[in-house]
DNA sequence: GACAAAATAGAACAGTCGTTCTATTATTTG
DNA sequence: CAAATAATAGAACGACTGTTCTATTTTGTC
């Protein structure tokens, strides 16, 4: 949208298209879920024929694992690499929930792609599920590795259990998504955030007063009168 | 099943089918979600015709919705009024954990048909979502209430704050789900026990030592080990 | 500009979808 | 037992599904 992409280089029209094809797919998925993505209808939102995207992947099956992966490139496009820019351990971890937060807005879906795939395909044997998986063991070893971080700066405790954290981690964002999408509560980030606070402390060197030690932390997300979405400035 | 109803009262045959085919529709969307609850197969699996079943409800958004009816039935059946039998505070809302864990492997679902509704429906305006709502919010309502039942009976703080304690409780049982269907983790159960008593744990009156307290509660899920769903014997 | 390759369109396919008819059986009620 | 009513079956419908063909057009390369 904002980067040109007049004809200097250009990446043999396929791959543009098919770039289209996914953006749509991904947009369809994140409202209505994978299984509703239909050929016809896809077709027909980005003026294509039904055969002509359908050429490009060959069958559904593919079209949604390409619509899976696509999902997880963004994600990490507007999550995990920005969160790579802070120094490990705590800030990391919360550049990460503050990005996860954000995500479905930033990359203007209605519902996160992920949590639907997950209800869609957790019990339904086949390619789809299989990346599904892959990807998301893959996401969950990546948050672990950020929570040992955090112990390896000693803003942890050193007895904590990361594997338990992420599982608690992944909770709180399951219901920040029904929170906002079935509620329509406004501010479910907040009620997120203040659970990640809470989480956080609670790993933390335990002692008199610990907890207002997080104070500090939560920053993004302080307003709850106020209904904001995206407050800061678009980062380049 | 356990039940034999012989003939003496014999609830007008029709009654006995429409349950039949909202057990195998139940079944069915609690694997398959909502949406691929087709007339067609749901005809097979309980061997009427189409029109035969489709009679019975007049439309598949009217099927669709008497099963999420009869999934909130089955839950409090199960979940719900067996909790109201322990004493109100910590008691109940340790029941209704335990229970809640539990409730799909003794309703013999494979998924929780709550959790696929609100993925499949939080952003689909009509009918079902309608429905969909106002069971969630009285299930929300519930467990606030049961919570400030706790805070009643002096075992949480009276600062605590029951809505976003009921939110971290939804997100418990969401990453729980997770953790059972798409990563086959044996251990899931035990998990999300822990972050409950986690919870619970950071809600009592503050003091040295009030993490303690807790631990003589989690006896349902204490062995990590072996595996077992239900251990307890049917209750009467 | 010619040629090869890639991208797209159009028509047709066998299935399935939810739904609406009209009959025909079961069941309950008098 | 008879009459009334409820429950079910069967066929057909238009619309849509994913997929497979065979053209035809567009694109990139020499």
């Known amino acids: 949208m904002s980067v040109p992409n007049p004809s200097p280089i250009r990446a043999t029209k396929g791959v543009e298209t098919r770039a289209a094809i996914l953006k749509a797919a991904l947009s369809h998925a994140s409202a209505a879920g994978f299984e509703a993505i239909t050929i ?3 077709a027909e939102k980005t003026g294509l024929s039904k055969s002509g995207l359908f050429a490009h992947f060959g069958s559904k099956e593919e079209l949604q694992i390409a619509t899976l992966d696509e999902a997880i490139r963004r994600f990490n496009e507007v999550t995990t690499y920005p969160a790579l820019a ?3 351990g705590l800030r990391r971890l919360n550049a990460m929930c503050d990005n996860w937060l954000l995500w479905t807005a930033r990359c203007d879906l209605s519902g996160c792609p992920m949590m639907t795939a997950i209800t ?3 019990d339904k044997p086949g390619a ?4 599904l998986l892959t990807h998301m063991q893959r996401m969950q ?4 590795k950020s929570i ?3 112990m390896d700066t000693g803003e942890f405790a050193a007895d904590c259990d990361p594997e338990q954290m992420a599982f608690e981690f992944f909770g709180i964002l399951a219901s920040c998504y029904r929170s906002r999408n079935l509620f329509r509560d406004a501010q479910a980030n907040v009620r997120a955030r203040k659970a990640f606070d809470r989480l956080f402390a609670s790993a933390m060197v335990s002692g008199p007063a610990s907890v207002d030690v997080m104070k500090p932390v939560a920053k993004s997300f302080a307003a709850p ?4 979405t995206v ?6």
Do not use: N
């Open 148 to 150: 040992q971080m955090t």
């Open 225 to 228: 009168a106020k209904q904001k």
């Open 141 to 144: 070893a990546s948050l672990v």
């Open 120 to 122: 869609e395909f957790d």
């Open 231 to 236: 407050a800061r400035s678009t980062p380049r």
């Open 128 to 131: 789809v599920r299989d990346a």
């Open 40 to 42: 016809g209808s896809l």
């Open 86 to 88: 802070e120094p490990r």
